[in-house]
């Protein structure tokens, strides 16, 4: 019985981390390749200042406090705990698909700053 909410926690992360980071689309049409490599290369690395980290220790902190109030409500003690728990593990990986998020964010506007025409 405790196994299910574990796996049922660890789908979600890996469905939220699947979906986080997919990178910039952009249109080539004129677009010297060599360049925008670098650019790329250079609007990733100032992404890199995002903390991910921060992000997941203050979703797992929101998630768990979630999950343990609502296992007060609907049960006892052991729910509370397993509330916390699943609640921690799903907070944490909402809160790095939002840093991931946030990077891809600043990739983006990047490139858009130096001229890229960003699709997506």
């Known amino acids: 019985m405790t196994r299910r909410p574990v796996f049922t926690a660890a789908s979600a992360v890996l469905l939220l981390v699947a979906c986080a980071s997919r ?16 650019d790329i290369s250079q609007c990733e690395t100032y992404a890199t200042q995002v903390s991910t980290g921060a992000e997941a220790g203050k979703g797992a902190v929101g998630g768990a406090v979630l999950g343990a109030a609502i296992g007060a409500i609907v049960g006892n003690s052991t729910t509370v705990a397993r509330g916390a728990g699943v609640g921690g593990v799903v907070g944490g990986a909402r809160g790095a698909a939002r840093g991931e998020s946030e990077k891809d964010r600043v990739v983006k506007n990047c490139l858009r700053g130096r001229g890229y025409r960003v699709l997506n």
């Open 23 to 38: 990178g910039p689309i952009i249109d080539t049409q004129g677009v010297d390749m060599a360049r925008y490599n670098q």
